[in-house]
């Protein structure tokens, strides 16, 4: 079975800080992982994935992410945060079961203080 | 780009009335999903489909029904609205090859009074 864990409801950040979400998964098979934004009353954008290769993943608006198989983890970063990233963010992970539909963290709700 | 769209990004409808949701998308997905989004409970999968026809149930199924004559559209249907169903519902679609990874439409809010 699979699953996905974002400890954290809640992060705030001061702008121009580095930014991390966490994230941590439970997969039976390879880990392919995502990250998505939703801003207010939109729909999820795709961010970025992780499926082979380096740890260290690129994707949208300058955001990355640091594959981590020995912890399980999966963590969003930015090195400088804009107040324009203020967002929910939810992490998800391919099962390799059935369908091979994704599996959706709760989400965490970040807050770029100017 | 992939584009996703649904038919109404709000809704208001009486308890009672069947309301029907669409989905489009332009990019010959095999997958297509609906979501419900509701604060603190993240996104649950009510059905997908990998096929024209093709249906299988999700996470919470119950009240709802869906309908795939076609393979660019999947329509989610509440058979008889209950206020219960108020919520944001969410269509993604995905290709069968890759690493399947979904892509959203905005969204419908919809009420039910």
């Known amino acids: 079975a699979q699953s996905v864990a974002q400890p954290e409801d809640q992060v705030n950040v001061a702008e121009g800080n580095p930014l991390t979400v966490k994230c941590t998964y439970s997969?039976?098979?390879?880990?392919?992982l995502f990250w998505y934004v939703q801003y207010p009353n939109r729909g999820l954008q795709f961010l970025l994935k992780?499926?082979?290769?380096?740890?260290l993943v690129k994707g949208s608006y300058g955001f990355e992410a640091e594959f981590n198989k020995s912890q399980t983890s999966f963590h969003l970063k930015k090195p400088s945060a804009l107040v324009s990233d203020s967002a929910l963010y939810f992490c998800?992970?391919?099962?390799?079961?059935?369908?091979?539909?994704?599996?959706f963290g709760t989400g965490t709700r970040l807050t770029v203080i100017p | 780009d992939v584009k996703v769209t649904q038919s109404s990004r709000y809704l208001v409808k009486r308890t009672g009335e069947k309301v029907f949701l669409e989905c489009v998308q332009d990019?010959?997905?095999?997958?297509m999903f609906w979501y419900r989004q509701d604060p603190g409970l993240g996104l649950r999968l009510i059905y997908f489909?990998?096929?024209?026809?093709?249906?299988e149930k999700g996470d919470i199924p119950e009240g709802y029904s869906v309908s795939r004559e076609k393979k660019e559209r999947f329509s989610l249907i509440l058979e008889s609205a209950s206020t219960n169903q108020t919520s944001m519902y969410l269509c993604?679609?995905?290709?069968?090859?890759?690493?399947?990874?979904?892509?959203f439409g905005p969204g419908t809010r919809l009420t039910v009074t």
């Open positions: 990019m010959d997905h095999e997958n």
């Open positions: 993604a679609s995905s290709s069968r090859t890759g690493a399947y990874e979904q892509y």
């Open positions: 997969v039976s098979g390879n880990p392919y």
């Open positions: 998800a992970v391919r099962e390799w079961t059935g369908a091979n539909n994704l599996f």
């Open positions: 489909s990998y096929d024209v026809k093709m249906k």
């Open positions: 992780y499926i082979t290769g380096d740890n």
